[in-house]
């Protein structure tokens, strides 16, 4: 599901930037990161990058050598880790993002608390959606229950749960579980949630094999299709993003009177 929600990843780093949320030399924690993130962030001219992705045979950080995908000289510090346990101190990092990553953690909610934890101002995630129309869809086989298209990609040995080659349930979050997640990790204050979501039917590996098949090579049909439904049900969308604004974060009235007092 790399690039299928690659758009929506991109718009929101943009508007963060466009917004003077996030400026380019700020620190950035790149979870569950692979080419697809170098080229958004070096795209969007983020200069100041760690990358990380899914590393089960290890708890602890691992330095790797940093070479892009062209063989350059390596950019920016690369490391793996468990995102469930991530060698960083609280408030490591101005920002921290995510692509496409929480739904292969056996413990999502775990990986996007270290998420939170190592952030200082925000926390970008872009996942899939649980919608009434996901569930209708998942119901008639039309989209996938479990990823199997990574983990073949992955040669059976990994792009699966945790990065191992066992195909991960796709986790589908909510708004609501989204908000009642961020005050479980954070309940001495309100923290503001904006939440992004758009159809993009068509490359998604959340869709089945044969739908993915039966599609293919429809793109003027494809492209009706994202129209209409992003017209009339985009709050639905299957591709689903948010971003967490600690940086905005207010304490609740009985946590600043007891400060007070």
Same mark, same amino acid.
């Given at each position: 599901?790399?690039?299928?929600?690659?758009?929506?990843?991109?718009?929101?780093?943009?508007?963060?930037?466009?917004?003077?949320?996030?400026?380019?030399?700020?620190?950035? !924690?790149?979870? %569950?990161?692979?080419?697809?993130?170098?080229?958004? /962030?070096?795209?969007?001219? !983020?200069?100041?990058?760690?990358?990380?992705?899914?590393?089960?045979?290890?708890? $602890?950080?691992? &330095?790797?050598?940093?070479?892009?995908?062209?063989?350059? #000289?390596?950019? =920016?510090?690369? $490391?793996?880790?468990?995102?469930?346990?991530?060698?960083?101190?609280?408030?490591?990092?101005?920002?921290?993002?995510?692509? @496409?990553? !929480?739904?292969?953690?056996?413990?999502?909610? *775990? #990986?996007?608390?270290?998420?939170?934890?190592?952030? =200082?101002?925000?926390?970008?995630?872009?996942?899939? *959606?649980?919608?009434?129309?996901?569930?209708?869809?998942?119901?008639?086989? &039309?989209?996938?229950?479990?990823?199997?298209?990574?983990?073949?990609?992955?040669?059976? /040995?990994?792009?699966?749960?945790?990065?191992?080659?066992?195909?991960? %349930?796709?986790?589908? +979050?909510?708004?609501?579980?989204?908000?009642?997640?961020?005050?479980? %990790?954070?309940?001495?204050? @309100?923290?503001?949630?904006?939440?992004?979501?758009? +159809?993009?039917?068509?490359?998604?590996?959340?869709?089945?094999?044969?739908?993915?098949? #039966?599609?293919?090579?429809?793109?003027?049909?494809?492209? &009706?299709?994202? =129209?209409? !439904?992003?017209?009339? @049900?985009?709050?639905?969308?299957?591709? %689903?993003?948010?971003?967490?604004?600690?940086?905005?974060?207010?304490?609740?009235? +009985?946590?600043?009177?007891?400060?007070?007092?």
């Amino acid at each position: 599901m790399a690039e299928a929600g690659g758009g929506t990843y991109a718009a929101i780093l943009t508007d963060l930037l466009e917004r003077r949320v996030l400026a380019p030399t700020d620190s950035v !924690l790149v979870q %569950f990161a692979g080419e697809f993130d170098e080229k958004i /962030t070096a795209e969007l001219g !983020l200069v100041n990058c760690t990358f990380s992705n899914l590393a089960p045979d290890s708890p $602890s950080s691992r &330095l790797a050598d940093g070479h892009g995908a062209d063989g350059r #000289a390596p950019l =920016r510090s690369v $490391s793996r880790a468990d995102a469930h346990r991530m060698p960083y101190a609280d408030a490591s990092f101005d920002h921290v993002i995510g692509h @496409a990553g !929480l739904h292969h953690c056996s413990r999502p909610h *775990q #990986a996007l608390h270290e998420m939170y934890r190592i952030a =200082r101002r925000t926390v970008v995630a872009v996942e899939n *959606q649980d919608s009434p129309l996901m569930r209708v869809a998942c119901s008639l086989g &039309l989209a996938g229950v479990y990823e199997h298209a990574a983990v073949a990609d992955g040669g059976g /040995t990994t792009g699966g749960v945790d990065g191992t080659g066992v195909p991960n %349930f796709v986790y589908r +979050w909510t708004r609501h579980e989204v908000r009642k997640t961020v005050a479980t %990790f954070d309940p001495g204050r @309100a923290v503001p949630v904006e939440f992004h979501a758009r +159809w993009l039917i068509g490359s998604d590996r959340a869709l089945t094999a044969s739908v993915r098949a #039966a599609i293919g090579g429809r793109e003027r049909v494809i492209g &009706l299709l994202n =129209r209409g !439904l992003n017209t009339v @049900a985009r709050r639905q969308g299957n591709i %689903f993003g948010f971003t967490i604004r600690k940086d905005l974060a207010t304490p609740h009235p +009985w946590i600043a009177l007891e400060a007070a007092s």
